[in-house]
């Protein structure tokens, strides 16, 4: 019998259970168990202890083929569970209830705040060569057994890429361009620049942040792409006759500053008087805090802690979270280093992929293959999205082992520049091939 460190006592499976955190929300994680080297069999759900940490991944298994690659139930995008009804009536954007995972009680957010802002690991490239001095690395390398490279696993990403359609979503902070203690200066390199335009040349892009929709553009700079601001709810999207898109409420037809007809979808737009008095409100109470940074992302307020000294996160935290119990329509999430006030209404970064997919023609063709990499907790509803749906799938940024619903990871931003760089590499020579052997067939029928 075999024990995870959190004494759950396992049957032959993994454990991904949080063994490090003590937080009393719960959630449902599942067991697996191994029965042979191929095969993996979801033995049950779990009610486990809600974590915000990293996961300790006990007993590694052999991996099955479907795992190191796409999973061997990924069958193409079924209308019948589409969130899009033709008639619309999906567009409903219903508050949420508090008392989900991203929740955080009173009692525990100073764990949540340590337990989100893991230090980043310096990772040598080399797997084999990674030290195994101590149990952290222990840890990640098990996680990457589960959560493969998506450079070393390039070749099956493209495998199952063949024929599809892909189209990219890609977080901004911490994934193109690295974190920075100053937030206003999180640019992304011109090495990256260029290769999100030549991957946009390809397929279709879209970035979707947190920060507003207007300072990622500018961070950015790429009119070839689509931009979601504000965790998903500021998105300007492509013009398409759709009638799911076009009756949205708050979702408005207007153009864009190169005078093209795009969408503008604001599902929070009533809140926008409410998060500008909060914007001001938490920076006057947090000016005296050396460090603390509040930037006003237009439909949430991100109150940085990163260039705060650890001993004051808790007085960050008991102003911020003090605060917002005057405001039950707003919520507080946690992101790395910094807390999000947000609107609780039923949207986020997977629901802006649907919308996007939606707007771009896409939603229910079976040749697309949506791939969605990002490092936040918030990047976790698209990683969700696409796995639930058998759409495609998530790509994790991270130097840590974390509890994720991607499928594939990159250590950091200059593996996302490297694998996105491949991407334009192999579609440049498919449609090379593609064109001789065109070329080829024409001639065949000429002679
Ligand atoms: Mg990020």
């Given amino acids: 019998m075999l024990y995870c460190s959190c004494n759950e006592k396992l ?3 993994i454990c991904l259970m949080d063994c490090m955190h003590n937080s009393s929300d719960k959630k449902t994680l599942k ?8 095969n993996f069999i979801d ?10 940490g990293s996961p300790v991944l006990a007993d590694p298994v052999p991996l099955s083929k479907s795992r ?7 069958t193409p995008f079924s209308p019948a569970a589409a969130p899009y009804s033709s008639s619309g009536l999906y567009l409903q954007i219903p508050r949420r209830k508090v008392g989900k995972l991203d ?3 009173a009692n525990s957010w100073l764990d949540a705040m340590k337990a989100s802002s893991p230090p980043r690991k310096k990772l040598n490239k080399d797997f084999i060569s990674v030290s195994q001095s101590d149990e952290t690395d222990a840890a990640y390398r098990t996680w990457m057994m589960n959560h493969p ?3 070393t696993a390039f070749h099956q990403i493209t495998a199952y890429a063949k024929y599809k359609k892909i189209v990219l979503f890609l977080d901004y902070d911490g994934t193109l361009s690295p974190i920075v203690d100053n937030p206003d200066h999180a640019f992304m390199s011109s090495a990256m620049r260029a290769a999100v335009k030549e991957v946009a040349k390809y397929f279709p892009t879209a970035i979707i942040s947190g920060r507003s929709r207007g300072k990622v553009n500018e961070f950015v700079r790429l009119s070839e792409l689509y931009y979601a601001g504000s965790h998903g709810m500021d998105i300007m999207g492509p013009m398409r ?4 898109v076009d009756d949205l409420p708050d979702c408005i037809r207007t153009t864009d500053e190169q005078g093209k007809e795009v969408h503008l979808f604001q599902p929070a737009s009533e809140f926008l008087p409410m998060i500008n008095e909060v914007f001001d409100s938490l920076n006057d109470m947090t000016k005296d805090i050396v460090g603390a940074i509040v930037e006003n992302n237009k439909f949430c307020v991100s109150v940085h802690y990163r260039n705060v000294d650890e001993k004051m996160w808790e007085e960050v935290g008991k102003r911020v979270f003090g605060f917002i119990k005057d405001y039950p329509r707003l919520q507080v999430t946690h992101g790395r280093k910094v807390l999000e006030v947000r609107p609780i209404i039923d949207w986020n970064k997977g629901k802006a992929v649907e919308f996007l997919l939606e707007s771009l023609g896409l939603s229910h063709r079976d040749d697309v293959l949506p791939i969605y990499v990002g490092d936040d907790r918030t990047d976790e509803d698209a990683f969700k999205v696409l796995r639930d749906s058998n759409r495609g799938f998530g790509i994790l940024v991270s ?9 594939y990871s990159l250590s950091d931003p200059s593996e996302v520049l490297e694998f996105l760089k491949s991407l334009v590499r192999w579609k440049s020579f498919e449609s090379g091939a593609s064109d001789t052997l065109q070329i080829i067939f024409a001639i065949g029928l000429k002679y």
């Avoid at 130097?399 to 499928?407: G, L, R, Y």
Wanted: no cysteine; aromatic share 4%; net charge negative.
């Fill in 31 to 38: 067991r697996y168990h191994t029965t042979s080297e191929d």
């Fill in 103 to 105: 929740d955080v009680r």
């Fill in 149 to 151: 490279s998506a450079l």
């Fill in 11 to 13: 049957s032959g499976g």
């Fill in 43 to 52: 033995l049950e759900s779990m009610d486990l202890k809600s974590n915000h």
């Fill in 68 to 74: 190191l690659g796409l999973p061997s139930n990924m």
């Fill in 241 to 244: 006759e759709s009638p799911s």
């Fill in 399 to 407: 130097t840590v082992p974390k509890e994720t619903k991607a499928f």
